[in-house]
């Protein structure tokens, strides 16, 4: 549109009256370390809540993503399919696409989950393969999330910084940008590099260390 303005005569710019989308800058995150989040979770006193919690923290899913699970979405493999996206807009609920393409995929979650995952639905009286799992709202979600950290003696953080904390845990675990990209359903690499480049601090130093190591332990050539 500006290269119309300037070179096709066009009389302004009509784009301009929408603002510029997005943040220039996205909101600091704040992170729990899995001890903060043991204490938080042990807060909490509803089993339904307690285990959305415990699956945004060890899978790194969306809130959106977790609110339209459905039982089919839980594969007898202990993998979760991620393809829809729960959203309530004026009193109606959406399920969406999701945000992209690579956010529609399928995660492994350890057996600890899965088995409470079956646990929990096995106490839905009638509950059908396509209704959802959890009945809340994400801004439910947002409330609980103060209501036990402060209980826990916690500084409260967003419901999406849980999934910051899991990006943190699989960084400090030592899983590659590439393997936490696809888990977490990032469009690219990148994305990834440039949300949490902070948290390697000493990446380089650990890879300078690894090649020390490694030229120690060539054999010595023969005088």
């Not at 799992?133 to 826990?152: C, G, H, V, W």
């Not at 090649?211 to 010595?220: A, C, G, I, S, V």
């Amino acid at each position: 549109m500006n290269y119309a303005v300037t070179h096709y005569s066009l009389a302004f710019n009509p784009c301009k009256a929408a603002g510029s989308m997005g943040k220039s800058k996205a909101e600091e995150m704040h992170i729990w370390t899995q001890e903060q989040y043991e204490k938080f979770s042990g807060a909490i006193q509803k089993s339904s809540v307690k285990l959305a919690f415990d699956m945004l923290f060890y899978t790194g899913m969306r809130s959106g993503e977790l609110l339209a699970l459905t039982p089919a979405d839980i594969l007898p493999t202990k993998r979760v399919d991620i393809n829809k996206n729960y959203a309530k807009v004026k009193g109606e609920e959406l399920f969406l696409e999701p945000k992209t393409p690579k956010a529609k995929r399928c995660i492994s979650i350890p057996d600890f989950l899965y088995d409470d995952i079956h646990e929990y639905i096995s106490k839905l009286y009638g509950i059908g393969k396509g209704d959802r799992i959890f009945y809340f709202t994400k801004s439910a979600l947002e409330k609980e999330i103060k209501r036990a950290s402060e209980k826990a003696g916690l500084q409260p953080i967003r419901v999406h910084d849980l999934r910051h904390s899991h990006a943190s845990m699989l960084i400090e675990l030592g899983f590659s940008p590439l393997e936490i990209a696809d888990r977490l359903g990032h469009e690219s690499v990148k994305t990834t590099l440039d949300t949490y480049s902070h948290l390697y601090p000493d990446k380089d130093q650990k890879l300078a260390d690894r090649l020390n190591q490694f030229r120690k332990t060539l054999p010595e050539e023969n005088p």
